[in-house]
């Protein structure tokens, strides 16, 4: 009797529909592209873009010496329009000291320790989202490559498997809507795919430029769920899978979303 | 880290009506907001916007709270004359920022 029971267990649980699969490359869609005209147009026009604000800001920040060492981001990398190219497309990138892959602002914050000698910038603090920016609108166009990497082969299936995660009170994995719902509505917005291609994004609902993190943060919030800490190992495998899941996509940083 | 976005074209034909945008970096914190503690968040925002055409005004704007933050302003005027447009916003806390921006007038 008991062994038919888990018999019974196990046919149900084989039974359940398979978790619905990656969307394919031809069908991906950047969140632009579910925007109404005049946000786009915002966008397109890098004199009405906010974004460009930060990208001006991150200029001069790359410029300016700071640290004990007294040097700044153009000393060691010198133009950033030839240096920092498909830079932001290939992040998080694995690091080789620490043997785990770190995102576009940790890198930042660990070159500032190394190499500048400073205090590390806060999280979504105004001169960190001007850097990314910076040096993200310097990989504008240029297709997504991050999770190319071989030693970064067990993050992204970790990534994959908190995609894939049910969580929260609301109990929803990101699955659920980004690859299950993408072309319904949640009220009145568009649910979107999710693709990670325009970041650090000026999101009119924040007035403000902010990080993929923050995004998935308040995705998290959103579905009551615990929100995974900013830089946290979980955190960086989160946006590495769904850098891997937009291979190919041009980047559009810095993107404007509602 | 004021930063300012211009956008007006460097030549025009003399008549022609050309449109001018402007672009300033601002928080327009309202000053209705509280914070976490309850602590009411003090009002910074940008009050006035003024544009001068070779020194005589030809556009102002009073700004509220309600105006989103990085204020987005356009116009239209008139291309008569070669010369430079200046721009200047002012704001709460002794916030004053300028921006200027030359154009080339064809017969």
């Known amino acids: 009797m008991r062994l038919r029971r888990l018999l019974l ?12 699969a990656e969307i394919p490359a031809a069908e991906r869609r950047s969140s632009y592209t579910f925007m109404t005209s005049d946000t786009k147009a915002m966008q397109d026009d890098d004199t009405a873009n906010p974004g460009m604000l930060a990208a001006m800001d991150g200029e001069t920040l790359w410029n300016a010496k700071t640290g004990q060492a007294n040097k700044s981001c153009a000393n060691c990398h010198g133009d950033a329009t030839e240096s920092m190219k498909g830079v932001t497309a290939r992040y998080p ?3 080789k000291a620490l043997g785990r892959p770190v995102d ?19 999280n979504e603090s105004r001169e960190l989202l001007a850097l990314t920016t910076f040096i993200g609108k310097q990989s504008r166009g240029q297709p997504i490559t991050a999770g190319d990497d071989e030693a970064l082969e067990p993050f992204v299936a970790r990534g994959h498997e908190l995609f894939t995660q049910r969580q929260g009170q609301l109990n929803l994995a990101c699955t659920n809507c980004h690859d299950d719902n993408w072309d319904k509505h949640l009220a009145g917005s568009a649910v979107t795919q999710g693709q990670p291609n325009g970041y650090p994004e000026y999101r009119l609902e ?3 430029m902010g990080s993929l993190s923050r995004r998935i943060r308040s995705c998290m919030t959103g579905v009551r769920a615990q929100a995974f800490d900013f830089g946290s190992d979980d955190m960086v495998a989160l946006e590495l899978y769904l850098m891997s899941r937009a291979h190919g996509m041009p980047i559009e940083t810095p993107a404007v979303r509602p | 880290m004021a930063s300012a976005l211009v956008n007006v074209p460097s030549k025009a034909r003399r008549g022609t009506v050309i449109e001018i945008r402007t672009l300033m970096s601002h928080i327009m914190e309202p000053g209705y907001r509280r914070t976490a503690a309850g602590d009411l968040v003090p009002r910074d925002i940008i009050t006035s916007f003024s544009c001068r055409f070779n020194g005589e005004e030809i556009f102002r704007a009073d700004l509220f709270p309600a105006i989103a933050a990085n204020p987005f302003l356009s116009f239209f005027t008139v291309a008569t004359e070669s010369g430079k447009f200046e721009f200047e916003w002012i704001g709460d806390n002794g916030f004053v920022a300028n921006a200027s921006a ?6």
């Not at chain 1, 267990?9 to 619905?20: E, F, G, I």
């Open chain 2, 102 to 107: 030359a154009i080339a007038v064809e017969a």
């Open chain 1, 9 to 20: 267990v196990a046919a149900v649980v084989t039974a359940l529909p398979a978790l619905a």
């Open chain 1, 104 to 122: 576009i602002e940790q890198r930042i914050n660990l070159c500032r320790k190394d190499h500048q000698q400073a205090s590390p910038f806060a």
């Open chain 1, 206 to 208: 924040w007035q403000a």
């Open chain 1, 93 to 95: 990138a694995f690091d």
